[in-house]
């Protein structure tokens, strides 16, 4: 890779494009090897990180002054993302080899970065799951479990600002995961009224359908117990065609709507919340905390009042507290970091990022496992 070039290049969309274009084709090189690795580690140097990932804002800044001095029919700044190095490479090798990108800063240990052990752990959990070792898996679950989150993301705004793909991300008891597109909607928030995507009763039952394939498919049996999350509410055609795909498959699921509205609970003294603190309103739904003060670190590791999940919607078999319990084990599932918990469950973390991914990727077949995105 002749890095020169890439740091020749003026122009800050085409730098990061170019330092895109250059590692891909090493890894593709390393995966036609006899023997290719498990995953590649792409180490940045310190100039490299300068160019192609602090410039960011102030490119941000300078098309942000251009539009405001400009015309409206001046042509805007290319947006494939390039301006993001990590989403672009991930686009690049997701067909190839999973892929760890270390920037010089978290090598090196400047300010504003975990300290030295932390960074290891989050490193090694990282690697270990990319290369197909699971770090840890979680107890006390129903064997056989399959959950799914289901989100949107713009898959073409260039080419109608109305175009939304659904996207499925499921992950397994045993904490495996794989991804899936759906199909595209057309969705106008001012004539629908709402801002939020639905899908009808065939595209919600063919992209649950597509989840439970490739679940027996993966993990050789069908799923014994299915939940789904959502951030937003269900419409009856989702419901119907959702439990039609259940239909052959389980009885016991959950549609659940997950949402965070605001509401924060105190307790007397000085210390947060709980975690793994529950409300219910009624047998379906409630409030669940997935940070507070946790017995066993003796702490509690944010900075703000913790803010607790409310399942808004519960649609199924399932009790709160059942849903409840499955949340606190999904924020456990986060293989990009070996923290205690994270704050949403793993099957809503990164729908964002995962959406920016496959954005990327256009009409290419995405990769269906998991380490491929994170």
């Not at 580690?41 to 251009?66: K, P």
């Not at 799923?223 to 016991?252: C, M, W």
Request: charged share 25%.
């Amino acid at each position: 890779m002749d890095v020169r070039l890439v740091e020749a290049e003026e122009d800050f969309t085409r730098r990061v494009g170019l330092l895109k274009k250059f590692v891909a084709e090493e890894v593709r090189a390393l995966a036609a090897l006899d023997s290719p690795p498990d995953v590649v580690i792409c180490a940045m140097s310190q100039n490299l990180e300068d160019l192609c990932r602090t410039g960011i804002a102030e490119y941000d800044r300078e098309c942000g002054e251009f539009a405001e001095l400009s015309s409206g029919d001046v042509e805007e700044p290319s947006d494939d993302t390039s301006r993001s190095f990590r989403r672009g490479l991930k686009a690049e090798c997701m067909d190839v080899l999973p892929t760890q990108l270390i920037w010089h800063k978290t090598l090196a240990g400047t300010r504003g970065v975990q300290d030295l052990a932390t960074r290891a752990w989050n490193l090694t959990t990282a690697l270990m799951y990319k290369a197909k070792i699971i770090p840890w898996r979680l107890a006390e679950i129903v064997e056989g479990s399959c959950f799914v989150g289901v989100s949107f993301y713009h898959e073409d705004e260039a080419r109608s600002p109305y175009l939304r793909t659904s996207i499925a991300q499921a992950f397994t008891d045993r904490g495996e995961g794989f991804v899936l597109r759906g199909d595209t909607v057309e969705w106008d928030e001012r004539a629908q009224k709402e801002k939020a995507p639905h899908l009808n009763s065939d595209q919600a039952n063919a992209i649950l359908s597509r989840v439970l394939d490739v679940y027996e498919k993966q993990v050789g049996i069908k799923p014994r117990k299915v939940v789904l999350h959502k951030t937003s509410r269900y419409t009856e055609d989702e419901r119907i065609g959702f439990e039609n795909a259940l239909a052959s498959h389980t009885n016991q699921y959950g549609l659940l709507t997950i949402a965070r509205r605001g509401i924060f609970c105190l307790r007397p003294g000085y210390k947060a919340v709980l975690r793994g603190t529950a409300v219910d309103f009624g047998a379906k739904k409630g409030l669940v905390y997935t940070t507070g003060y946790a017995p066993f670190l003796r702490c509690y590791s944010g900075f703000r009042i913790p803010q607790p999940l409310e399942i808004t919607e519960n649609w199924g078999s399932l009790t709160f507290r059942e849903c409840a319990e499955d949340i606190l084990r999904l924020t456990k599932l986060n293989w990009n970091t070996s923290a205690f918990c994270t704050h949403d469950p793993i099957t809503l973390a990164f729908s964002r990022r995962v959406g920016e991914i496959l954005k990327l990727a256009g009409s290419r077949e995405p990769a269906v496992q998991y380490r491929y995105y994170m």
